[in-house]
Nanobody, 124 residues
Framework: VQLQAFGGGSVQAGGSLRLSCAAS????????MGWFRQAPGKEREFVGA????????RYSDSVKGRFTISTDNAKNTVYLQMNSLKPEDSATYYC??????????????????WGKGTQVTVSS
């Protein structure tokens, strides 16, 4: 599986951004796609995940209610809609894929596939 993320940028606090992650290769209906982020000097942290062809989602407490993950199965793309952005959301965001939803937690150690990061900067 190859992953390519798009959509990072700079925005003021309270604004919105949408990240996209295009997946190619063998993707099974039970596979899980999701996002992690890493700010300078901090450990990588889980943001959210979705089972590829189901509606099961999981979010970190820090983004719950503000971020939404969705998929476009026809385009093999997963999206991260980020609303009400805060300066503490500033980080490099990484798209990830794995067989198991349980792997999408903490710092993502054990995740099978990673995309290159895309930078999100939120100014106050």
């Amino acid at each position: 599986v190859q992953l390519q993320a798009f959509g990072g940028g700079s925005v003021q606090a309270g604004g919105s951004l949408r990240l996209s992650c295009a997946a190619s290769g063998r993707i099974f209906s039970s596979d899980v796609m999701g996002w992690f982020r890493q700010a300078p000097g901090k450990e990588r942290e889980f943001v959210g995940a979705i089972v590829w062809r189901a509606s099961n989602t999981r979010y970190s407490d820090s983004v719950k209610g503000r971020f939404t993950i969705s998929t476009d199965n026809a385009k093999n793309t997963v999206y991260l809609q980020m609303n009400s952005l805060k300066p503490e959301d500033s980080a490099t965001y990484y798209c990830a894929a794995d067989q198991f939803l349980a792997t999408f937690r903490s710092n993502g150690n054990g995740i099978d596939y990673w995309g290159k990061g895309t930078q999100v900067t939120v100014s106050s």
